[in-house]
């Protein structure tokens, strides 16, 4: 009989619960996840932000299942980037930034390699107060002013083919917690 390896996966959906719209209540999160036969499922704040472990899998994979589970279980489309625990890892890791303001950090989370001459289009100068760190399939951005008036993230993601979805640094280092990383 043949020994499967278990992976922590963290699954990172976009746009719900931001402003009372697309609900998704973490407890119903959980039991879908379960359901799928994932096992540990854990969630983190209200945001979409879930752990768990299954057999080894292709996280792109893992994504697609988890929102054709939430569009048939709860009605509603929502975008997923799914990484490894390993994965989240080596993009905390990568990180070429200083991260002097956990709240003012975030962390772009894409489902492919954001193309180097479409983000080139970006004229950084225009965003003095803000920087920008392309590694992989990962955005950094730091945001002097905070998250409020942060105008990159919204930027790099209308120029990234797939989804993109941020996480700010105090919860990518939770998450990686979360995920025994």
Do not use: K
């Amino acid at each position: 009989m043949a020994c499967m390896t278990s992976t922590r996966y963290v699954a990172l959906l976009r746009g719900i619960n931001v402003g009372g719209h697309r609900r998704v209540a973490m407890a119903d999160l959980r039991a879908l996840l379960g359901g799928l036969g994932y096992g540990d499922v854990a969630t983190y704040v209200q945001s979409g932000n879930a752990v768990f472990t299954a057999g080894e899998r292709d996280p792109a994979a893992v994504a697609e299942e988890v929102r054709a589970a939430i569009g048939t279980e709860l009605g509603l489309d929502v975008p997923t980037v799914v990484r490894t625990g390993a994965q989240l890892r080596a993009a905390v890791d990568a990180n070429p930034l200083d991260v002097a303001d956990p709240a003012g950090f975030l962390v772009l989370f894409c489902s492919s390699a954001p193309d180097a001459e479409s983000l080139a289009g970006i004229d950084l100068s225009l965003y003095p107060r803000e920087r920008m760190a392309v590694v992989g399939s990962h955005v950094y951005t730091l945001h002097e002013q905070g998250l409020r008036h942060a105008r990159l993230p919204a930027l790099v993601a209308g120029r990234v083919e797939g989804t993109t979805t941020g996480r700010n640094w105090r919860t990518v280092l939770r998450l990686l917690e979360m995920a025994g990383g």
